[in-house]
């Protein structure tokens, strides 16, 4: 009976197995940091299962699998952020817009940044910051030989004749 009693503790510390969200999240963040994007993709997923809205890492983990995804499925990265803003608007600030454009701007996905920075202004119309991130936006557009990211700013009204 002595020995029943230390197996019965341990029991359901041994089920559990695995690493924690929080452990998960900076596993996904090392990957993420060390140019592991599908590693990192898959740690960030799994974390997510075990958070919820009001966990501290779940922020952390859902803007880690925007930033993967951005790197390697640029319009799931969208998507994904544009849907995590939409359903959790108090937990998203103006500069996870503006890091998700950049992250999407540097994998030259620039017509998905667009989407992106324009839900931005929209959610903070008079954010210098997101002024700055509608210029960065512009500037790549300007630049890009690929005449439809700066087509499409026109058509939103960022750029041309107001």
Partial sequence: MRYLLPILVLLPLAACGGDSPKQLTDQGVQALAGGQAREAQ???????????PVDPDFVRATLGRVQALARLKPDAARDAF????????SLV?????GMVV???LRA???MEAIDVMDAGMK???TSEQMK?????????????????GLNKLKGLGYVGDH
């Fill in 42 to 52: 898959g740690r960030f997923e799994e974390a997510l299962q075990g958070l919820k």
């Fill in 82 to 89: 544009l849907g995590f803003a939409r359903d959790h608007k």
């Fill in 93 to 97: 600030q103006e500069s996870d817009y």
């Fill in 102 to 104: 950049s992250e999407l």
């Fill in 108 to 110: 030259g996905a620039s």
């Fill in 123 to 125: 959610a903070y119309p």
């Fill in 132 to 148: 700055a991130v509608q210029k960065q936006v512009t500037e790549a557009a300007k630049q890009s030989k690929d005449p439809a």
